[in-house]
């Protein structure tokens, strides 16, 4: 999912191993929204997607013919050798700087699984299938290596599954920021300043950040956008054979797809966006209704939790709710000991780590049992839901990939706040919408007002004029990527197929509901796109 800021970038974080991006679950509850703060999370989504995308610029497509300068990197030829077990992996050369080919590269590297093994037959053979699962900065090729051999057996039987890393992601020249133990210290901040203390706090580990990324980045960072990273993945298209991108885009890699599909909509092949982004929303719109999606998630654990013997928050949705305000106000005063290593958990950590839990029901256990114990005085399994969704690993290193994220984002749409006194005017709003999130997601999204190079992208619709059909996929209460958001990029691509699944968790395809995997394989088996409206799950 895209977010402006620290906010929210992990979308694989709950689920790589498992299908990424919240893919490789069993469906839960199949809890609704329920009461004031879900219908009015839903609505507020609605009504903002559409008002937005009314107003936003379209997309132009690029030339159809590859421009001169840029037809020695689509000559290229790429050797694949064997790597990590069983796949083929290559790197190629792509431009710094598009507008200044010949300016500098970057080397990108790529891993495939392919379709059969050598000399067995390809018969029936579709080309590649690019898979990415999120972020920015989730790292395709690791997800590649991940679901490869667990991916649908007809889909895998007849492509070679594909994973780019994007240009400042995993193993192309990966963006990082801060050390491990300076990351500690950022995730640990305080997000719900009380004072002017607690501002100039967040404010200079908001800073420490950005200068981190310039320091240790240089030039490249100004490069890391959505644009050029979906202009990397023409290359690569072209460099694998293929006359069309065929894809399946999770979270943020929507917006990727979605973007490549705006650029070159005569080379759009099969291409399915999962848990799906609207370009079309400024960055203050977008965080804001994503703390809606969040509500709404928040909504549904609570209902669920509320009718389990373990519940530790209370017997009525309410009671939930108002307990795990007690308890975030409690943890801000005064942080809980952990069992790791002396960490102790602080405020902003607790609601990260609930927030993690929020991406998959299949986590709504774990978090049950966290919300228990650190109402108890124990806050190490709050911590360890925290460290996943930043991706911290048992050492106290962190991967590239938030460091990537804030970098993408920060370039693809201006700041949504410019200082304190901007996000302290627009906390109510963000209240509204997310009564249990609201004020921490607003202050979350100031990481963007000190960065130090401009935004070169701006909010935009998307067309894609002439694609073949797009299969847009949005999950009824998915908390990073709310639904509105869905119908909004189905709405604005010419050729966008919504298909709908009623359920819970971040994404649907993957998640084990027949339907949408029926849906979507039939689809990239065939090219047979859902009948318009079509709906899943529950």
Not at 163 to 176: E, H, I, M, Y
């Amino acid at each position: 999912m895209r977010a402006t800021g620290r906010v929210l970038a992990a979308a694989l974080a709950a689920g790589l191993l498992t299908g990424g991006c919240g893919a490789g679950a069993p469906g839960g509850s199949g809890a609704g929204p329920s009461g004031p703060a879900g219908a009015a999370a839903t609505d507020a989504a609605g009504a903002g997607a559409a008002s937005a995308a009314a107003g936003a610029t379209p997309l132009e497509p690029l030339p159809a013919a590859v421009p001169a300068a840029l037809a020695p990197y689509y000559a290229q030829r790429p050797g694949w050798q064997p790597c990590d077990g069983g796949f083929e992996c290559t790197t190629f050369r792509v431009p710094l700087d598009y507008d200044r080919p010949g300016d500098g590269d970057l080397t990108l590297a790529a891993v495939r699984a392919p379709a059969a093994p050598e000399g067995a037959g390809r018969e029936g053979r579709l080309g590649s299938l690019l898979l990415n699962p999120g972020g920015p900065g989730g790292s395709a090729v690791e997800y590649v290596e991940a679901v490869a051999r667990t991916y649908d057996g007809g889909v895998r039987a007849r492509y070679d599954l594909v994973g780019l890393d994007p240009r400042g992601v995993g193993r192309s020249n990966p963006v990082t920021c801060l050390s491990g133990e300076r990351m500690d210290a950022f995730t640990a901040v305080g997000l719900t300043p009380g004072d002017q203390g607690g501002i100039d706090a967040l404010v200079a580990a908001d800073k420490e950040f950005a200068e981190g990324c310039r320091q240790r980045v240089g030039s490249a960072l100004g490069h890391l956008s959505t644009v050029e990273a979906a202009r990397d993945m023409d290359v690569l298209r072209a460099l694998l054979g293929d006359e069309r991108l065929n894809y399946v885009g999770k979270s943020y890699g929507t917006f990727l797809g979605a973007t490549y599909a705006g650029l070159f909509p005569g080379r759009v092949g099969r291409l399915v966006l999962d848990g799906a982004m609207d370009p079309a929303l400024d960055s203050v719109t977008g965080n804001r209704t994503q703390a809606g999606g969040f509500e709404t998630a928040w909504a549904a654990f609570a209902r669920d939790c509320a009718r389990r013997e373990d519940c530790p928050l209370g017997r009525t949705e309410q009671q939930v709710g108002e307990q795990l305000t007690a308890l975030f106000a409690t943890v801000r005063a005064q942080p809980l000991p952990s069992a790791d290593n002396g960490r102790r958990l602080t405020g902003a950590q607790a609601t990260t780590g609930v927030i993690e839990a929020m991406y998959a029901d299949y986590l709504w256990p774990k978090l049950r049992a966290a919300l228990g114990d650190a109402r108890a005085g124990d806050g190490t399994a709050l911590l360890h839901l925290s460290d996943a969704y930043y991706g911290r690993e048992a050492d106290g290193s962190y991967p590239n990939l938030m460091f990537a994220n804030t970098a993408v984002n920060c370039l693809d749409l201006p700041a949504p706040f410019a200082g304190p006194g901007d996000v302290l005017r627009a906390v109510p709003d963000f209240e509204r919408a997310s009564p249990h999130f609201g004020r921490d997601m607003a202050w979350m999204a100031l990481t963007c007002a000190y960065w130090p190079v401009r935004a070169t992208g701006a909010a935009h619709t998307i067309r894609a004029a002439g694609a073949a059909p797009i299969v847009v996929v949005g999950t009824t209460r998915d908390p990073a990527t709310p639904y509105a958001w869905a119908q909004s990029l189905a709405g604005q691509l010419e050729s966008g197929r919504l298909l709908t699944y009623d359920g819970d968790g971040h994404t649907a395809y993957g998640r084990h509901d027949a339907c949408v995997d029926g849906a979507v394989n039939r689809f990239l088996l065939t090219g047979e796109a859902p009948e318009q409206g079509k709906r899943c799950g529950r």
